[in-house]
């Protein structure tokens, strides 16, 4: 379903972190472009 697309992983601190979230994207077949975790109050 990912295979070849651009995402963009947007993680919160108190969560799921960014990184969690690329490579799990990664692991679907996506292209990460874009990493973040930020604190979201």
């Known amino acids: 379903m ?3 697309r651009p995402v ?4 919160e601190r108190d969560g ?3 990184p969690s979230i690329a490579a799990c994207a ?3 077949g996506a292209k990460v ?3 973040a975790t930020e604190c979201f109050v």
Do not use: C
């Open 2 to 4: 990912l295979e070849g």
């Open 8 to 11: 963009i992983a947007l993680g």
């Open 16 to 18: 799921v972190s960014g």
């Open 26 to 28: 990664e692991a679907a």
């Open 33 to 35: 472009v874009f990493v």
